[in-house]
Every structure is written in structure tokens, then in C-alpha cells.
T-cell receptor, first 113, second 114 residues
Framework: KAGVTQTPRYLIKTRGQQVTLSCSPI?????VSWYQQTPGQGLQFLFE???????NKGNFPGRFSGRQFSNSRSEMNVSTLELGDSALYLC????????????FGQGTRLTVV | AQSVTQPDIHITVSEGASLELRCNYS??????LFWYVQSPGQGLQLLLK??????LVQGIKGFEAEFKRSQSSFNLRKPSVHWSDAAEYFC????????????FGAGTRLAVHP
């Protein structure tokens, strides 16, 4: 069974631009969560989608958004990029609605210059 | 509020030595607890999980962890460390609320000396 696939692996963007990251969960998993990892703040929850619905959102500005498609693939978008958005963005998929293990992708390394 | 504390930022051990990584959590009910490992520039790999039942759980790569409710701890152990175990280790608790969200500790970076 294929794991969680995130594309692209690396991305360099300029301040003020927007970016879209993609995540394909493990086949059959309907829950997709996104996390931001930075050296200063560690791993922080961005949001979670289940069956195309955003069920919870972390404490991030509205520039961070996401969506989930009917095939459970998810995208996250960051608009008006800031230098502080440079981070490793991790996607995780889960098989149940709650309180179950999450399987992570390799991440997308975003650098904002 | 739910939180996870990993008191040790860096740990260095010699290859073949035993290892214990500490994790303390703050959670009102029975927690769902996890240990993940991350190699540089990579994603997180699940080592083991505790949901209920036996408080000593076995994971992959020879790791085990013990849940101690009285101490609010979930420490990770390995009897003999290999050089390939050098990585960053994260303890996490599943947040309450009926959805999938993990609250992570700050991580412990493990170095292994030959």
C-alpha cells in the first residue's frame, strides 16, 4: 500500500506570492491533517479535513487555507507569503474519524525569499 | 490545556548503550499517546502508540514505551542503541474533541557515538 505522498518536495517562493501544496493520503484514508514544522515553533497543527469538510483549524492566520477533494486528496494554500512561512509542511492521513494514529508524508520544504 | 513536554532537547549515547527518552503529558482523560521519529529532512515515522490496555507497548525498531498514569509519563526506551537510531524523536498526544489532531512535544535529538 502506498504511503502518504506530498508534492512538491521542495519549493522556493518570493515574499508576497502564493503557494499550493498537495497531499495524497493512504488509499482508503479519509482524514487528512496538515502541520507546519519550524525550528522555533516545532510541529504545529494547521487544519484537518474529513470527507471534504474542515473539522478543525489551528491558530494560523487566514492566509493559510486548505481543501479536500472527493478522492480525499488535499491541498493547502498560503497566500501573500511571508519570510516566516518558511517551514517544512507535513501532511498526515488517518483511517478513522478521531483518536487514531497518523501516517505522515515526507513533507514539502517551503523557502520564502 | 493539553500539552506534551520532552525535558531533554539533546541526548548523546554510545552505540550499544541503553536509551530512555522522557515524555510528560497534560491531559484530562485517558490519553492517546504516540512516539514518532524523524530523520533530517524527512517526515515522521510512527514508532509506537498507546490507546489502552497493557501499559508497556512494543514498537518498531526494538523500541518500547511505558505509560504511567500516576506520573503522566510515556517514556520511550531501547535496550541497545544502534548508530542508525540517531534522529529526532517526538512524543505526541491525541487532542480531545472528536477529530484527528496531534499535540507534539518539542522533540529530543539523539546523537549516537560509535
Amino acid at each position: 500500500k502506498a504511503g502518504v505522498t506530498q508534492t512538491p518536495r521542495y519549493l522556493i517562493k518570493t515574499r508576497g506570492q502564493q503557494v499550493t501544496l498537495s497531499c495524497s493520503p493512504i488509499s482508503g484514508h479519509r482524514s487528512v491533517s496538515w502541520y507546519q514544522q519550524t525550528p522555533g515553533q516545532g510541529l504545529q497543527f494547521l487544519f484537518e479535513y474529513f470527507s471534504e469538510t474542515q473539522r478543525n483549524k489551528g491558530n494560523f492566520p487566514g492566509r493559510f487555507s486548505g481543501r479536500q477533494f472527493s478522492n480525499s486528496r488535499s491541498e493547502m494554500n498560503v497566500s501573500t507569503l511571508e519570510l516566516g512561512d518558511s517551514a517544512l509542511y507535513l501532511c498526515a492521513s488517518s483511517s478513522r474519524t478521531s483518536n487514531t494514529e497518523a501516517f505522515f508524508g515526507q513533507g514539502t520544504r517551503l523557502t520564502v525569499v | 490545556a493539553q500539552s506534551v513536554t520532552q525535558p531533554d532537547i539533546h541526548i548523546t549515547v554510545s552505540e550499544g548503550a541503553s536509551l530512555e527518552l522522557r515524555c510528560n503529558y497534560s491531559y484530562g482523560a485517558t490519553p492517546y499517546l504516540f512516539w514518532y521519529v524523524q530523520s533530517p529532512g524527512q517526515g515522521l515515522q510512527l514508532l509506537l502508540k498507546y490507546f489502552s490496555g497493557d501499559t508497556l507497548v512494543q514498537g518498531i525498531k526494538g523500541f518500547e514505551a511505558e505509560f504511567k498514569r500516576s506520573q503522566s509519563s510515556f517514556n520511550l526506551r531501547k535496550p541497545s542503541v544502534h548508530w542508525s537510531d540517531a534522529a529526532e524523536y517526538f512524543c505526541a498526544v491525541g487532542a480531545s474533541g472528536g477529530y484527528n489532531k496531534l499535540i507534539f512535544g518539542a522533540g529530543t535529538r539523539l546523537a549516537v557515538h560509535p
